[in-house]
């Protein structure tokens, strides 16, 4: 009977034992497979994600003369030709950011106000000889223009893929519409006419001028910039150059200021780039769980 109770006993341990072991392997199982599922949903989130944010900064302005023209046309001497600045006038900027974002790439709109600024100058001169003396006006006007557009871009970014850091290169196009414009005309100049040296500084001329320019005017743009991961967050610096491919200047109403024309000033056909560099925050629209604080784990 003893040994019936020994063979029972070993026989109930044995099949605890098996029991348990099929416990820890099913429970290995269920584990990888949460894991794997966890993983799964990370990497989609990595991977597929829209952003939504806003970006600010400043920007450059370049003039390119497409055809010059002019008020004063002199018969006796070439007249001085306008000087133009090129990325000298600190305009602004600021944008709203839409991107949707998969496995690299990216598709932006970037909706942006946008305020810029460039100046030109121009020189003419009276000489007048007789027999007793030379008498000699010199003017000198400079004209500085301020444009404020609505930029509707479309971008394309390539993201190149690291921790913290990701850069990115760009490349798309804009349509932008007028809002407003103003042009400040400033006239200098010495008049030795009269007997002597007189310095002649009239007041700035301050005119609205929305209707010297295009309603619309399009552009390329190629760029660069950098993604900086803090959380769920991205901070953004990005470097855009927009290349105009369409003249600013309103061909219609070249003449139509009466108070411009009266001081020798005449829009010229311009096409206008801009160096804009803007700073900015991002916000996923796709959130994992709370405890998911790092955007890349690679």
């Known amino acids: 009977m003893k040994n019936l109770y020994l063979t029972l006993l070993c026989a109930l341990f044995a099949i605890g034992i098996t029991h348990a072991q099929s416990n820890n392997k099913n429970k290995r ?9 966890q993983n799964k949903e990370d990497e989609i989130f990595l991977n597929k994600q829209f952003w939504l944010g806003v970006k600010g900064g400043i920007n450059l302005a370049k003039p ?12 006796n001497y070439v007249p001085s030709t306008k000087k133009y600045e090129s990325f000298k006038q600190v305009g602004s900027q600021y ?7 998969f496995k690299g790439v990216s598709i932006s709109v ?13 020189t003419y001169n009276w000489v007048t000889t007789t027999e007793d003396a030379t008498y000699r006006l010199d003017l000198s006007y400079e004209q500085d223009q301020k444009l404020e557009h609505l930029l509707l871009p479309v971008l394309v970014k390539y ?13 798309g196009l804009y349509q932008a519409i007028l809002l407003n414009a103003t042009k400040t005309v400033s006239i200098t100049g010495v008049d030795q006419g009269s007997g002597g ?17 295009a309603k619309y005017y399009w552009g390329l743009i190629g760029g660069a910039g950098v993604n900086y991961n803090l959380g769920n967050v991205r901070l953004n610096l990005d470097i855009q150059y927009r290349y105009g491919m369409s003249n600013i200047t309103s061909v219609e ?46």
Do not use: W
Not at 64 to 75: D, N
Not at 95 to 101: D, K, T
Not at 166 to 171: I, K, L, M
């Open 110 to 122: 970037q909706p942006t106000y946008q305020a810029s600024k460039f100046l030109y100058s121009n």
């Open 95 to 101: 944008a709203l950011e839409v991107s949707f974002y």
């Open 64 to 75: 390119s003369v497409q055809k010059s023209y002019e008020i004063i046309s002199p018969t």
């Open 159 to 171: 993201e190149f893929t690291g921790n913290k850091l990701r850069p990115y290169f760009q490349a």
């Open 29 to 37: 199982k269920k584990s990888a497979a949460a894991y794997n599922k």
């Open 197 to 213: 040296i007189n310095e002649i500084k009239n007041e700035p001329i301050i005119v609205g001028a929305k209707d010297l320019f």
């Open 253 to 298: 109403n070249r003449y139509s200021n009466e108070q411009l024309s009266g001081v020798g000033d005449a829009m010229d056909d311009l096409h206008m780039d801009n160096l804009a560099i803007a700073v900015g925050c991002l916000f996923p629209m796709r959130f994992l769980q709370s405890g998911f604080k790092s955007m890349d784990r690679k």
